[in-house]
Structures are given as C-alpha cells and as structure tokens.
Nanobody, 117 residues
Framework: QVQLAESGGGSVPVGGSLRLTCKAS???????????VGWFRQAPGKEREAVAR??????WYGDSVKGRFTASRDNAKKTVILQMDSLKPEDTAIYYC?????????WGQGTQVTVSS
C-alpha cells in the first residue's frame, strides 16, 4: 500500500523559507519513477490549490508560487522536495503531497505552514 509522509512544515516570518519533504513508501522503484508527484495546499476557508506537479518530463507550478517555490524529486530515495522561498502570509496553509499515475491517487496527511507578518 502506498503511503506518503510530509515533513518540514512550521512557522516563519514573511520573506522566510521552508523546505518540505515527502517520503513515499509502498512503491516499487519503477512505478515511483513513472508516477506523477505533486504538492497541493489548502488554507482555511479556501479551496484546495495545486502548487506544483512533477512528471518524468516536466515540472509545473501554480501562478501564485511561480518564481518563489522550487519542486524536485529524488527517485532513488522516493522523495519529493518543495523549497519555498520569499514566503508570504497568503502561503499559510496545510500542504499535502500527492502521487500516482493520475498525480492525485495518493495523499499524505499534510503539514502546516504558517507565515506571519
């Protein structure tokens, strides 16, 4: 059974940085390499928002994070990293990592990110 575990959330001031990590288990090496992995976030009272999506060919970013967030993956470690720089109060949310051939088949439990002004 595939499981995803996020870590690295916390509280930072405006302009600060955080690094989120998502470790996958239950995948074979080949299946993980072929899987789409991504990050979503949801702030209180707001709809869920796609942050980044990584396939074998490309990386996509949402407009609100483009230029500030960088997503990367280490297939050997079955890990996805989300480096978040120049954080803003509007980045405050629970961040979820996802994975699967449809990119949203599996979800982690989420990690809280709070940016204070």
């Amino acid at each position: 059974q595939v499981q995803l575990a996020e870590s690295g959330g916390g509280s930072v001031p405006v302009g600060g940085s955080l690094r989120l990590t998502c470790k996958a288990s239950g995948y074979t090496d080949g299946d993980y390499t072929r899987a789409c992995v991504g990050w979503f976030r949801q702030a209180p009272g707001k709809e869920r928002e796609a942050v980044a999506r990584l396939t074998g060919l490309s990386t996509w970013y949402g407009d609100s994070v483009k230029g500030r967030f960088t997503a990367s993956r280490d297939n050997a470690k079955k890990t996805v990293i989300l480096q978040m720089d120049s954080l803003k109060p509007e980045d405050t949310a629970i961040y979820y990592c996802t994975a699967g051939f449809g990119c949203m088949d599996y979800w982690g439990q989420g990690t809280q990110v709070t940016v204070s002004s």
